[in-house]
Every structure is written in C-alpha cells, then in structure tokens.
C-alpha cells in the first residue's frame, strides 16, 4: 500500500480527490495504477528540513485509485480514515507506516444532511448566478450528492489553513464535522464575495457573522503578502512571531509566547485585552534570552579602570580581580552573589558601575528600599489589572543583556507586610544552584539568571535575614581616614563638581588646606557623601562669582570657607580636661561610621536599684546588668554602700538610639572608676563585650571605631585581643597616631589605669 504524503489539502471519506501522478512517482519510484490502494499522511510542513515523526499529523486516511488520465493526474476514491501510530521513514520518503482504523460517530440525521446540503447549493447557486457561466456551475453543483464532496471540490481555491483542514479530518462526529464543513465552504465564499465586492449587503445574521471571519482572514491572507513586500511595514503580530523566532527563547517560553500571540490575533485591536496582551509580547520579546558569548578580559585594564574610578577599598578590588581571573581561566561567563556592607557614602553604589566597565558588561541598578510587596521582586500575575514584571526582570530588560552586573541597593532595608516578604522572594535571585530557572509571575516562564553578576549594598547586617544573608559574600567597606578623604577630594571629588557646573580648570584654586579644613570642620562621617555636597555648594558659590567677576581666577581662603559654603562648622565631640571618677570614653559604631560615647554614672542615695537613662536598646542595658555584677564581685567590700544607693548610668545624647554589646567594658569601667574614686584620663577611650567571667569579647566595626577615637582626639585604646586581626584594616596613620592595647580580661584594663590591683582577680575570678 503506497503511503503519499500530502499538505494543504482537504480529504474526507467517500470522496473523490484529483492528485497528480508526481506525487506517487516520487515516492514509490512509478505511477499509480487503477485499482491501487494508497494511504494518505498529512504533513506539518509543506517543505520540512528533515523527515520525522513529528512532522507528519497522528491522522490518515485510505482510498484506491479509480482512475488514472494522461495528463498527469489520477482520481482517488477515499474510504476510512486512519490513526497513524508508527512512521518508517528512509532518506526522504515514507516507507511504511503502521495504522489502525479510527471510530466514526454516525450521529448524522439524514434529514438534517439533506437540509444543510440543499442549503449550501442553494448559496452556492446564489454565488454562481454572479459569473457568465453560471448556468454550467449551476449543472456541476447540482451532480454533487453530499457536503464533504463539495468541499473537497472546493478544496483547492480556499484559503482555509493547514491546520484548519487537518482539524476537520480528525472531527470523529459526522454531524459536527458537517456543521464545521458548512461553515468553511460559506466563510471561503464570503471570501470570494469580498474580493469582488467588498461593500455589498448581506441581509442574513449569519451572513453577516461569517463575512465578519472571512474580513480577518482576508486581512491576515493580505497582511502577509503586504510584511514581505514591505517589511518595514510589518503588522504588530506578524512583528511579535519574527521576534519570538529570533529571540531564542526556552522552549516553555516560546510556547507561551505563541500561545499569547495567537490569542492577540483572535482578539483584534479593539479588545479591551489588547493592550495588556500587547505589553506582555512587548517585554517578552525585548528580553535577551541569548547568553552572552566568553571573552578575555584584560586583567590590567580591569585594574586600571578600578583605581581610576575609587580611591582605595583593596578588599573589593582583589575580589574583584579574582572574579575576573577565574572567569578568564574557566572560558565562561560567572555570576557571583557579593554583599558590601557600610556606612553611607564609601562607594558601595558607585563601585558598581566600575566594576561593570572592567568587566566589559551592562550596569543596572535596583534600589529595594523600603519595598515591602513580594510582587516587587516577583512581579504580579498577569490576571491582575495593571501588572508589571518585578524589579529584577525590570532590570534585565533596560540592560538588554542576560548577563548584566546588577546592583540591588539597600538590601537591608527591605520592609514586610501582608503582601508577602520581598526578603524571602530573593532567596530564589541570589541562589547560584536555582537562578537559572527563576520564574517572575508577571512572564510565567523561566529565565536564565545564572550569568548576570549580582552586587548587593546594605548598611548593616543586622536586619538582614540568615538564610538570604546566607547566599551572599560579605565584603565590609570600612570608612576613610581623612587622608583617603583629601585624596579623593582631590582627584575624584573636586573635579567632577567644577565640570557640574562649568568651573574650567584653572579657574579655581582650593589648597589642601582648606580641603582638610572642610573635611575635618565641615562633615563627619565615614564615607564622602557629605564632603561631596560640600564641595559642590563651593563650586556653585564659586560659579556666581566667576560671572559676575567675567571668569576671574579664584583662591578659596580659610577666612571666606565659611561664607562659600553658607554653613557651620560641625561641633565635633574632641576629649579633653580632666577626667572625673565615673565618667569613661567610649568607641560605638553607627550607620555613619565611628563614633566616641562619654558613659556617665552616678551614685544616688537610693535603695540599690540600676537607673539606665540615653535611650538605650536591650543588649546594651543587659551590658549594664552584667557590668554592675562584675564590678560588685570586683569591690565586695562596698557591697554595704552600694546596697543603700541607686546606680545610674546615662550615655548622652539621648535623642539618638544607641544599642550594642561593645560598651560592656567601658561601662565596667566607668562603675569601677565611680566606686574606686579613680579618675580614667578622657584621652582613653575603649571598646569590648564583657562576660560575668570578666573575659573581654571581640566586637565590630573596628576600624570606624579606632578613626573616630583619632578624630576625637584619644590617644590611648584598649580593644579585645580577638580584634588583633582587624587591625590590618585600619589605615596607618589612624594606627601610628593612637597607642592600642589589646587586652583580654578586664583586670588587665582596670590594673593598667591603676583602678584596681591585678593580684585581686585571678583567672576571671575575684580573689
């Protein structure tokens, strides 16, 4: 039995369909004779690259040939049709296939078909009576005994579809299949109708319905051959599917996206779901879903742009470097998880962008302050009016690349609410081993993350969840010692304002002097944000003058610094005097970097209670418990006293919250040097967790702490002798100008300030 495959054609059962005889000669190697049985296999493709399984439909159908005229073409007379299970397929042609005979549901009434074939002829005599020959038309039709052979005479002239015309052959109901076969000969003639008269009336509703069809078939039919004569021109939806072809999507993406695009073609332009079906295909198509070809990356053309753009921070250019070598070693492109952690203005934010010119990548930033709705990270679900992708594929789409260094700002900073926990909705973005399938609700189909470079900024750990905190690499920015601040003053700062505001070089001389002026007297902080502002009042104070004055040099002076930058010098905390008993410096860090802490106390005629004033959070007022039962286990012979007075200690600056364990030796200090009468010199300043051992715990934010007891003017620091370490990150001349003394006990503070004998405490025990 020769199989024949066959596109675009409508064959049902019991009827008569006119093939050519090239059709079997090319696949049997000769021409059909009569009588010949053949099964017929309807191809996807009309011209396939290659011949599989699935390029032929699971449907078939049987005939024999009745018979075979000279001019190259033979009649075949159908008879069941087929389910075709299995395709043996030899070079470029069927060989054989296996098949099974498919159920027929003879639901027809004959009535019914009578009526509906009358019904047809009668429309088709109708359209006959429009032509010159209408009376043999009318002759023709009138031969035709039922609907399918009239379609399968018509099958050649309609512009029905492939597929169209597989689905009815695979209708296993003769009645739905009739009803289906009605409606294409009628939509196919309206069809004809609106080519020759496009304006004519039709009277009848269900003429009026499949003329409405035919319109946007003819339309799509001319739209097609408009986009190939005019591609520039090319319709919204034709435009979707070439950019859906090309885009190179996952497969689960692409079935998506022509899931949606078929739909926007059903729906018009006119749907109220258009524009929501149009923005989807919009953000879809304008992703990139191609990874990015490897490339070498010159590791000292990296270096160099990373101390062009930033002063300093060592730490996360090594790290940087390392990325690159690796990536370099490995010929592929990486992605990593980095956190950098410090106070405001160190570069956290800025760095990134460096980072992306050395790798030769995108930059895009995400800032996730205060968001506090999952769907921000997630995107919300297409189902809901007014849905966006989240802010990560948001990213993604304004880099155009799939592997952009994308900067999520403030990571500490996310909120929670009864919209879900953004924090949570990360985990999945920074996870190497799942971000590669990362599915935003608004897409619903996964995206490749696993290339892009993620740099998070936060300016603590402290509110940043454990298992998110987990996925990342924790790099600290320490904060800059005013020497790195004149530096970048210098060459980074001052620069980039005179250029903001059209200063020209030359035009404006500001000495050292007075950049240190401005950096000790004007700001404080850790980072250079401030000094930034600073520095652009002077410039645009500085711009006034050069018009009025028609481009005259300016020399910034000390006398006029203040006026320039209409502002007041900061009152900076600076020790000095003569330290009284019961009053200790303190190092504390904050959001802004170091900071020194006077811990106060007092004894109070009272009943023995613990009074803790300054706004003050619980670690610290439990560093206040533990240090006042260390200090009675210290002094047991002022127990008596101690018992018929209130002890009360006050951290000043009470409008500011303060919380921490590292004041734990300070305050034990200060309650020693209270009840001793030993006064501690203010130019000693300290830092450290204390245990009711009296063993001295390592803390953090060392060096902030150390440049601000330098800023403050303090000349000796005790810090924990686990902190040693920390010390490399301290820069030198914050090292060279203070005498710091690791310790681990607090008796070898107590007995170095000569508050109490060391022989009176002995392995963390009071004697």
């Known amino acids: 039995m020769a199989v024949i495959p066959v596109y675009n054609m409508l064959a049902l059962p019991g009827v008569d369909l006119y093939l050519k005889t090239e059709q079997v000669k090319r696949c049997t190697g000769r021409l059909p004779y009569v009588d010949e ?20 439909y699971p449907i078939g159908i049987t005939g024999y040939v009745v018979k075979v005229n000279e001019n190259g073409y033979f009649i075949l007379h159908t008879k069941h049709r087929v389910v075709i299970e299995d395709v043996s397929i030899y070079g470029d042609s069927i ?38 020959n209408s009376q043999i038309t009318r002759l023709y039709i009138a031969k035709m005994n039922s609907i399918e052979e009239i379609a399968a005479t018509m099958s050649p002239w309609m512009m029905s ?75 919204d939806v034709r435009r979707f599917e070439l950019a859906i072809a090309e ?10 996206a022509n899931k949606v695009v078929n739909r926007l073609k059903q729906e018009g332009k006119n749907s109220p779901e258009s524009g929501m079906l149009y923005d989807y295909l919009d953000f879809l198509t304008g992703l990139s879903w191609k990874k990015e ?26 790290r940087i470097l390392q990325q690159i070598a690796v990536m370099n070693l490995r010929g592929e492109q990486s992605g990593s998880i980095l956190l950098f952690v410090g106070a405001p203005g160190t570069g956290k934010t800025s760095i990134g962008q460096s980072i992306a010119k050395a790798l030769g990548r995108e930059y895009v930033r995400v800032s996730l302050g205060g968001v506090r709705d999952e769907a921000d990270i997630r995107g919300h679900r297409r189902t809901y009016i007014g849905a966006m992708p989240g802010r990560i594929m948001d990213g993604i789409k304004k880099s155009g690349v799939s592997n952009p260094v994308m900067v999520l700002d403030e990571i500490d900073k996310l909120g929670q609410s009864y919209n879900g926990d953004p924090a949570s909705a990360l985990l999945e973005v920074l996870d190497p081993e799942q971000n590669n399938t990362f599915t935003d ?38 904060g800059y010692s005013p020497l790195d601040k004149l530096q970048i003053a210098r060459n980074h700062l001052l620069p980039r304002s005179m250029e903001r505001v059209g200063i020209p070089a030359g035009a404006l001389n500001v000495s050292d002097e007075i950049l240190r002026s401005i950096i000790t007297e004007y700001t404080r902080e850790a980072g250079v944000r401030g000094l930034k502002k600073c520095l652009d009042q002077l410039c645009r104070t500085v711009a006034v003058r050069l018009v ?76 206040a418990q533990i240090a006042l039962s260390l200090v009675k286990s210290i002094f047991p012979n002022r127990m008596q006293d101690m018992k018929k007075k209130d002890v009360h200690i006050h951290v000043p600056d009470g409008a500011t919250p303060k919380d921490g364990p590292s004041a734990g030796i300070t305050i034990t200090t200060a309650l020693s040097s209270l009840i001793s009468g030993a006064p501690v010199p203010p130019e000693v300043g300290m ?10 715990g390592a803390i953090g934010g060392l060096p902030e702490k150390l440049m601000a007891a330098q800023r403050a003017g303090v000349k000796i620091v005790y810090i924990p002798e686990e902190n040693v370490e920390d010390l490399k990150d301290v820069p030198e001349e914050v090292r060279s100008a203070l005498e710091i003394r690791p310790v681990n006990w607090v008796m070898d503070v107590l007995g170095d300030l000569s508050i109490c004998e060391n022989d009176k405490w002995t392995d963390g025990q009071a004697s």
């Open 37 to 56: 049985k053949m099964i017929l296999v309807f191809q996807r493709e009309q011209n396939p690259r290659e011949l599989n399984r699935e390029s032929f």
């Open 95 to 132: 060989m054989d296939v296996s098949i099974s005979r498919r159920r027929e549901i003879e639901d027809l009434n004959p009535e019914e078909e009578r009526e509906r074939l009358h019904r047809t002829k009668g429309m088709l005599n109708a359209f006959a009576d429009r032509f010159e």
């Open 161 to 235: 579809s492939n597929e169209e015309k597989v689905r009815l052959l695979e209708e296993d109901s003769q009645r739905e299949r009739a009803i289906m076969l009605e409606k294409m000969i009628l939509e196919n003639v309206e069809m004809t109708k609106v080519n020759l008269d496009a304006r004519s009336a039709q009277e009848e509703d269900y003429q009026k319905i499949y003329r409405e069809s035919a319109i946007k078939k003819q339309m799509e039919f001319l739209q097609k051959e408009l986009d190939e004569l005019h591609p520039e021109e090319v319709s």
């Open 247 to 256: 885009a190179g999507m996952n497969e689960i993406a692409k079935r998506e």
């Open 293 to 318: 070809e490897p490339h070498r990356i010159d590791l000292d053309a990296a270096e160099r742009i990373l101390d062009e753009d930033h002063y300093g921070l060592g730490k996360v250019k090594n």
């Open 441 to 478: 609700h608004y897409m619903n189909v996964p995206y490749d993350l696993s290339d892009v470079l993620f740099i998070c900024t936060a300016n603590t750990l402290d509110t940043i969840p454990g298992p998110l905190l987990d996925r990342m690499e924790v790099i600290r920015f320490t």
């Open 548 to 623: 009025r004055e028609n481009g005259a040099m300016l020399d910034v002076t000390e006398e006029e610094l203040r006026e320039l930058l209409d502002a007041h010098p900061i009152r900076q905390k600076h020790v000095g005097g003569n330290g009284k008993p019961g009053v200790v410096t303190g190092l504390a860090w904050t959001a802004v970097g170091g900071e020194i802490l006077n811990i106060e106390t007092l004894m109070t005629p009272g009943s023995g209670q613990l009074i803790i004033t300054g706004q003050l959070g619980d670690v610290m007022k439990e560093s």
């Open 687 to 696: 830092t450290g967790e204390v245990t009711l051992q009296g063993k001295i």
